[in-house]
């Protein structure tokens, strides 16, 4: 009898422990789907984004407002630069269908302007596409950007007044503070396009590393000694170039226009900066890039075109 009893009770025991165990793992299970779940919903890309990653543009402009911007010329042919972007931009949105509509434009300053009517139109350009979007925002921005930059270029002109001069455009600290947090999403392909005349420099921003600076001025380059046309296996040896400000960039592509020589006597300074560009980018982990001298807005609209539809 005592036996019988025993037998019983270790049955009893096992079953119970065996249903905790179950229950247990059912509990576990539930909680590792919960987990999962919350961790689809909260991921930063949605597959049906991903899937059209390389579709869906996230295109940030970066305004180099130093002192180049005091030649009309200068001022004009970005404006048309601009207004071409807008174009190109536009047309790709109406070339996709509405429900995969994920796109975007934008504009950037570094440093911040001091008037704040300047930073009002730039967040004006800055629009988002999607597929709640109607034909008539396609059409108010290319007016945007038709109306608003050579407003924001004679803003720009009277705040370098009022602060008795251009404090220089700091595209090496926005490429190593800003790049990351502003212009690349995962979602998109991002493409940053540079309207600069190739020059670099701010006055918080003057770094030395060895023969590599962080910025690049008509007298710095004059400095060089780099005008005969063995300049390039000069600049290898000297290792001379811009100091790398970030890494590991190779989700992000960059497009440069406006590249000026202001030096009449060495005939290879735009092919020096050229050259300090594409190191530059290079040694950021940039892969796709193309750099390219101020020229005919017609001629440029092309150039803008095939950078961004091949």
């Not at 009893?5 to 247990?24: N, R």
């Not at 590393?209 to 300049?231: D, I, Q, V």
Request: proline share 3%.
């Amino acid at each position: 009898m005592n036996f019988h009893k025993y037998i019983t009770l270790s049955i009893a025991i096992s079953t119970c422990i065996y249903f905790m165990s179950c229950a247990k793992d059912g509990k576990s299970s539930s909680i590792e789907s919960i987990k999962k779940e919350a961790s689809n919903k909260t991921a930063k890309c949605p597959d049906y984004l991903l899937k059209e990653k390389d579709n869906n543009l996230n295109i940030s402009i970066l305004l180099d407002l130093s002192d180049r911007i005091e030649k009309t010329k200068t001022k004009s042919k970005d404006s048309a630069y601009l207004s071409s972007l807008a174009n190109v931009f536009v047309n790709h949105v109406k070339n996709k269908k509405v429900i995969l509509l994920e796109d975007r434009i934008q504009l950037f300053f570094n440093p911040e302007p001091s008037d704040e009517r300047i930073n009002s139109i730039a967040a004006k350009l800055k629009v988002n596409f999607t597929r709640e979007t109607s034909k008539s925002q396609l059409e108010e921005t290319l007016k945007l950007y038709s109306e608003y930059p050579s407003q924001l270029y004679n803003l720009a002109q009277e705040d370098a007044k009022i602060a008795r001069g251009y404090p220089g455009s700091d595209i090496w600290r926005f490429f190593k503070d800003d790049v990351n947090d502003y212009c690349i999403d995962k979602c998109h392909r991002n493409i940053v396009v540079i309207l600069t005349d190739g020059y670099m420099y701010h006055n918080k921003t003057e770094m030395e590393e060895g023969s590599k600076t962080s910025y690049l001025t008509p007298r710095s380059l004059n400095a060089l000694k780099l005008n005969n046309s063995n300049w390039e296996n000069d600049f290898k040896t000297r290792q001379l170039g811009f100091i790398p400000a970030n890494s590991n960039l190779n989700d992000l592509e960059v497009l440069v226009i406006g590249i000026t020589s202001q030096n009449n006597n060495n005939p290879y300074t735009q092919d020096i900066i050229e050259h300090y560009w594409s190191e530059w980018l290079e040694s950021m982990d940039i892969k796709n890039y193309k750099i390219k001298n101020a020229d005919l807005p017609s001629s440029i609209e092309k150039v803008i075109s095939d950078f961004i539809n091949n």
